[in-house]
């Protein structure tokens, strides 16, 4: 076990707990899925499946009529919860997350509807996470979904780049996941993470870098990953 590093080791206590992943994924015509289970050979995660509702609905009659309907509704108003479309209800608590993978598919442009429900049900439950984003598409660009993940999910800390596979690469994907999870770092940003308590000598506040508190003066405990935060005003690494 070790201490957060500099004068601060004195003021709390540290425990190594393993760092989580959760990837969230919707998938119609099957490519998303092929690529969540090419990516859960080459990493530890747990998954969640997002699954409309309405069952039996074919989503490629009439030219994909229906998905086209349901991004509409949502592009005329995205503050409106009725806008989205219903899905499966589902159990999770982000919390025991740092880094979370988002599996999306391409519609007209923007993340498919039913992923979209999901991010607008607990999107803000994913602020200060690691946010990693991967795109399946036929050859339209991703621009529109990295726009919908960062509305869906305001105060995400998302990876740079995005991963984008057009369906033509579906079966090239253990090499694309490969080198993207080599671009974004990911065995470092999920390489450990400390538990760091406070105790009787004092409050503390954490932030990242990028302004997000981590952990308020009222507050007990909280886990954050290893890397470099602001603590009571002055930058402290914290490793494991």
Same mark, same amino acid.
Do not use: H
């Given at each position: 076990?070790?201490?957060?590093?500099?004068?601060?080791?004195?003021?709390?206590?540290?425990?190594?707990?393993?760092?989580?992943?959760?990837?969230?994924? +919707?998938?119609?015509?099957?490519?998303?899925?092929?690529?969540?289970? #090419?990516?859960?050979?080459?990493? #530890?995660?747990?998954?969640?499946e997002v699954e409309p509702a #309405?069952?039996?609905?074919? +989503?490629?009659?009439?030219? +994909?009529?229906?998905?086209?309907?349901?991004?509409?509704?949502?592009? #005329?108003?995205?503050?409106?919860?009725?806008?989205?479309?219903?899905?499966?209800?589902?159990?999770?608590?982000?919390?025991?997350?740092?880094?979370?993978?988002?599996g999306a598919p391409l519609w007209?442009?923007?993340?498919?509807?039913?992923?979209?429900?999901?991010l607008f049900q607990h999107g803000?439950?994913?602020?200060?996470?690691?946010?990693?984003?991967?795109?399946?598409?036929?050859?339209?660009?991703?621009?529109?979904?990295?726009?919908?993940?960062?509305?869906?999910?305001?105060?995400?800390?998302?990876?740079?780049?995005?991963?984008?596979?057009?369906?033509?690469?579906?079966?090239?994907?253990?090499?694309?996941?490969?080198?993207?999870?080599?671009?974004?770092?990911?065995?470092?940003?999920?390489?450990?993470?400390?538990?760091?308590?406070?105790?009787?000598?004092?409050?503390?506040?954490? +932030?990242?870098?990028?302004?997000?508190?981590?952990?308020?003066?009222?507050?007990?405990?909280?886990?954050?990953?290893?890397?470099?935060?602001?603590?009571?005003?002055?930058?402290?690494?914290?490793?494991?």
């Open positions: 076990m070790k201490q957060l590093l500099f004068a601060l080791a004195i003021m709390f206590t540290t425990v190594v707990t393993q760092a989580k992943t959760l990837i969230v994924y +919707y998938s119609y015509t099957n490519n998303v899925e092929r690529i969540v289970n #090419e990516l859960l050979t080459q990493i #530890e995660a747990d998954v969640i #309405e069952k039996g609905l074919d +989503y490629a009659a009439n030219n +994909y009529a229906v998905g086209s309907s349901q991004i509409a509704a949502i592009r #005329e108003n995205p503050s409106d919860a009725s806008s989205y479309p219903a899905i499966d209800p589902v159990s999770v608590d982000i919390s025991q997350y740092s880094t979370i993978i988002i007209w442009s923007n993340m498919a509807a039913p992923l979209q429900t999901f803000k439950e994913m602020a200060g996470k690691n946010i990693g984003l991967i795109v399946s598409s036929a050859s339209s660009g991703i621009s529109g979904v990295e726009s919908d993940a960062k509305r869906l999910i305001p105060n995400g800390k998302f990876l740079s780049p995005s991963l984008w596979i057009r369906s033509s690469q579906t079966s090239n994907a253990k090499s694309l996941l490969q080198d993207w999870l080599q671009t974004i770092d990911y065995s470092n940003l999920t390489s450990g993470i400390e538990s760091i308590g406070q105790d009787n000598n004092g409050s503390i506040t954490v +932030y990242s870098l990028s302004g997000v508190k981590l952990l308020a003066d009222a507050e007990s405990t909280a886990t954050i990953p290893a890397g470099l935060y602001i603590i009571n005003g002055k930058k402290t690494f914290v490793t494991r």
